[in-house]
């Protein structure tokens, strides 16, 4: 059992906005605010779509927003699009210098 | 440009042993953290563990640890991981990783290893 706690699934019409949270489930990541989130497509490598909570790479689309609110992470993704129907995955550094992924969130463009 | 090359597909039967790599290029290999990730069949992702190929300093997930080797020889800017003994269970699709401050943010194409007799 993941030390991040996903939804399974989530959903929205385009246009629309989402959020996917990301609960920190275990005292190894709590308080750490080395929180990334990562966009994969079926068949492909993931990619950094966040990192450090809230901090968007160069490139990454500003629709994608990220945020911590105590031990709750989250990705936010506004004005949805059908391109953006993907697996999503946090993933946390924590206390024992390891990283952890949480178990991963299906969004659905409807 | 970044880039992380993996080397291709593997099939193998139980109890082979088996050395995938990575290669690195377009950065300074040494003064980056590799690592590598696991994606079992529709499955999410799980962090297996990491190597700063400046000092071979290595860090395991308490899941792989002593199920596989991470090393890297840093003249060839290449990072492998390896089993002694392959399982079923460790058919998967292997990504590695560059680790940037606290995140992962160059990833290999992915080597898909199938174990089956």
């Known amino acids: 059992q993941s030390a991040l706690t996903q939804p399974a699934s989530v959903s929205g019409s385009p246009g629309q906005s989402i959020t996917i949270s990301c609960t920190e489930t275990?005292?190894?990541?709590?308080?750490?605010?080395?929180v990334s989130w990562y966009q994969q497509y079926p068949g492909k490598a993931p990619k950094l779509m966040i990192s450090?909570?809230?901090r968007r790479p160069s490139g990454v689309s500003n629709r994608f927003s990220g945020s911590k609110s105590g031990n709750t992470a989250s990705l936010t993704i506004s004005g949805l699009q059908a391109e953006d129907e993907a697996d999503y995955y946090c993933?946390?550094?924590?206390?024992?210098?390891?990283?952890?992924f949480g178990g991963g969130t299906k969004l659905t463009v409807l | 440009e970044v880039q992380l090359v993996q080397s291709g597909a593997e099939v193998k039967e139980p109890g082979e042993s088996l050395k995938i790599s990575c290669k690195g290029s377009?950065?300074?290999?040494?003064?980056?953290?590799i690592g590598w990730v696991r994606q079992m069949p529709g499955k999410g992702l799980e962090w297996m563990g990491i190597?700063?190929?400046?000092?071979?300093?290595?860090k395991y997930s308490p899941s792989f640890q002593g199920q596989v080797t991470i090393s890297a020889g840093k003249s060839i800017t290449t990072a492998y991981l390896q089993w002694s003994s392959l399982k079923a269970s460790d058919t998967a699709m292997y990504y590695c990783?560059?680790?940037?401050?606290?995140?992962?943010?160059?990833w290999g194409q992915g080597t898909l290893v199938t174990v089956s007799s």
């Open positions: 190597i700063y190929p400046g000092d071979s300093d290595t």
């Open positions: 450090d909570v809230s």
């Open positions: 993933s946390s550094y924590t206390s024992s210098s390891t990283w952890v």
């Open positions: 275990s005292s190894d990541v709590g308080g750490y605010n080395f």
């Open positions: 990783v560059r680790q940037g401050d606290y995140d992962f943010d160059y």
């Open positions: 377009g950065y300074s290999f040494t003064t980056y953290w």
